[in-house]
């Protein structure tokens, strides 16, 4: 069976962070696993408060995942702070990780910031260039390059770090295309979803795209598959919470009674 790694923030309400991402693998066919970058005390209203983890705690994860189960894809989402993105960028080195998705966690859904300040030029510096793909938002990618503009962002990020980029549109006000830049430009189609419960959608594109490029398809064919996943999983989204609610991320299992 093929593997996948998530490296994020934990989210105590389950839709968002490796939460989600452990869901979006099994749904999407591989063996997950965690490195937990930071506690999160927050629900489908916000987030209340985070307690990071210690980067020598986060090291002995890392070596524990890759000196026993290898992962086929790595995905890493939230991390808050320069020093554990240090550790992280030093184990995909060593260990030689493949397929890396990176998601520039920023900003929480509720508007929570969730990185500091001086954690985001290393995550650039350090992740970046080790990243198949990184898959920013409209908001994040101005945060990146200074841009809104898809096209012009992720090819200017290509340029300066060498790493495929999908320009993730769904904060648009029309549609929720989504634009790869890998050397050449590819728009991916995507019907958008009116509904509130959108927790954690940027934490399954992302998880999903890294199970996909696990089982051995190439970027763009694990971008098409994780749209495909993700508009799944929005159009049956579950109505939870009294905020912003979680996707349904097993919408494509099957539900079985296991009494029968």
């Given amino acids: 069976m093929k593997t ?25 066919g591989v063996y997950g696993m965690s490195a937990i970058t930071a506690l999160t005390a927050q629900n489908t209203c916000g987030v209340r408060s985070v307690l990071n983890s210690t980067p020598e705690f986060l090291a002995d994860q890392l070596d524990a995942i890759f000196e026993d189960i290898f992962p086929d894809a790595v995905k890493i989402g939230m991390v808050s702070s320069a020093e554990l993105i240090e550790i992280i960028a030093d184990k995909l080195n060593r260990y ?7 998601d520039p966690v920023m900003v929480a859904t509720s508007g929570a910031s969730l990185i500091d300040d001086d954690a985001i030029k290393t995550l650039e ?13 409209i908001p994040e990618l101005e945060e990146i390059c200074g841009t809104r503009d898809m096209e012009q962002g992720a090819k200017k990020i290509f340029d300066k770090y060498g790493c495929a980029v999908l320009a993730k549109g769904g904060h648009g006000f029309n549609d929720a295309n989504d634009y790869l830049f890998d050397g ?15 927790h954690g959608t940027g934490c399954t594109l992302s998880s ?16 098409g598959r994780a749209k495909n996943y993700l508009t799944g999983a929005l159009s049956t989204g579950l109505n939870l919470g009294k905020g912003r609610g979680p996707l349904n991320h097993g919408f494509n299992l099957s539900g079985a009674d296991f009494n029968d």
């Fill in 96 to 102: 030689k990780a493949k397929n890396i998705v990176v």
């Fill in 4 to 28: 996948a790694l998530t490296i994020a923030g934990s989210d105590s309400s389950g839709g968002a962070g490796i939460q989600a991402d452990l869901k979006t693998f099994l749904a999407n």
């Fill in 125 to 137: 510096t350090k992740l970046f260039p080790l990243a198949t793909v990184i898959t920013p938002n």
């Fill in 208 to 223: 999903a795209i890294a199970a996909n490029l696990a089982k051995g398809c190439d970027l763009k064919e694990s971008v």
């Fill in 184 to 198: 050449a430009g590819q728009w991916f189609n995507g019907r958008r979803i009116e509904t509130q419960n959108t």
